[in-house]
């Protein structure tokens, strides 16, 4: 490689790293306890006893209240207010039912109830907006309280760290060429040290960085692709529909029917939660059936089942695109939630590792002053020589 291609990465690395790394930091820090939600959920929370019917060969649950007795104990719970999803656990019978005062009401308007489906008993209800300390870092890390805006800026905070770790990945072969791989020279400079470190930490969780640098901003565009999902093959299963006023839910019908033609529609899948008319996952006139597979893969992979919800028939079911499978892959794989509790250890120990190569990239950078880019190149240069 010539000398001015080093240069030029060097500054790609350089001028990348510095841009996103106190983001990156951030990003690392509220991610940390995240990676292990459930497991502080557990501990911090409460956890309501359930009881554990068997569930018929035919697809409905033996034992439990129909879907219809739930959906009225939720919204006597909440008067005046209409329902926008109901999300099950098939491994409990737990639920969920989300309401606001209107179909289109934002996040912060929304009420989460939880029920035991075995009993009908309410085992929880929290508003949207007071999600407790890991709500907190959640909206922190997702779009630290900006919304769309955030999302995107941190979307392109993640492109700049994957640039810097391409560069950083061009730049190790000729800086690093005549050292061992592994080498520390911790008797020499404090500089030269933080150097090793930063490199060899760098190059050992690179593929791990490099991944969920790219889910990251992947999930930064989880807004635009769910628009896009609603704009293109929505409208698509739902054109017939165009044009209509939106169905009044005085006028919707039965969720236990519903469901039932669901079932029919896609035989053999599990359903995951119910999208009711006006949200972001349904039409204005549809119950939108969100099923998932029953392999550790396929569970992630959704198919909606639209059901007509004033008149409860079937209208149209087919696979999310492709750019929604990526979406729904990279959600899980960011925080390591798809392999228990030792491969969220492993997520730990590699963010740790992300931490120190982040911080020790900011030293080195602090630690040199005003020295120009092409001194500093220099020094690099020398600095990766072996000591004789």
């Not at 989460?112 to 929290?126: A, H, K, N, W, Y």
Request: charged share 15%.
């Amino acid at each position: 490689m010539t000398r001015s291609a080093i240069k030029t990465w060097f500054l790609v690395h350089k001028w990348t790293s510095l841009v996103c790394t106190a983001f990156l930091l951030m990003l690392c820090l509220t991610g940390l306890p995240l990676i292990f939600h459930d497991e502080i959920d557990h501990l911090t929370e409460q956890q309501p006893e359930y009881g554990m019917p068997g569930v018929g060969s035919s697809g409905t649950a033996e034992g439990l209240l129909s879907l219809d007795t739930m959906l009225q104990r939720a919204l006597a719970n909440r008067p005046g207010e209409v329902p926008l999803y109901m999300a099950f656990d098939n491994d409990q019978p737990s639920m969920t039912i989300t309401t606001a005062p209107r179909p289109d009401s934002p996040g912060a308007e929304m009420t989460i109830q939880s029920f035991d489906r075995s009993t009908g008993e309410l085992v929880g209800m929290v508003a949207e907006a007071d999600g407790g300390v890991m709500h907190f870092l959640l909206e922190l890390h997702t779009d630290m309280f900006l919304g769309l805006p955030g999302m995107l800026f941190l979307g392109a905070m993640g492109v700049a760290f994957v640039a810097a770790l391409v560069s950083g990945v061009v730049l190790y072969a000729p800086f690093m060429r005549k050292l061992d791989f592994g080498t520390l020279r911790v008797s020499r400079s404090t500089r030269l040290k933080w150097l090793d470190y930063h490199n060899l930490l760098g190059i050992v969780a690179l593929a791990w960085m490099l991944v969920v640098g790219l889910t990251g901003v992947i999930n930064a565009l989880a807004v635009p692709i769910e628009d896009m999902w609603q704009a293109d093959e929505l409208a698509d299963m739902t054109r017939d529909y165009a044009g209509r006023d939106a169905l009044d839910p005085a006028r919707y019908g039965s969720l236990d029917r519903a469901m039932a033609e669901a079932r029919a529609a896609l035989p053999g899948n599990n359903p995951q939660f119910i999208a009711f008319p006006g949200g972001t996952f349904s039409s204005k006139h549809h119950y939108a059936v969100f099923f998932q597979g029953d392999t550790p893969l396929t569970e992630r992979l959704l198919t909606p089942a639209l059901i007509d919800a004033e008149t409860v028939e079937f209208t149209d079911a087919r696979p999310m695109p492709w750019y929604y499978q990526a979406l729904s892959l990279s959600r899980p794989l960011h925080f390591g939630d798809y392999g228990g509790l030792p491969l969220k250890l492993l997520w730990a120990a590699l963010t740790l590792f992300t931490i120190v190569v982040l911080g020790s990239g900011l030293y080195l950078w602090l630690a040199k002053g005003s020295t120009s880019a092409s001194a500093h190149l220099r020094e690099v240069q020398l600095l990766a020589e072996p000591a004789e």
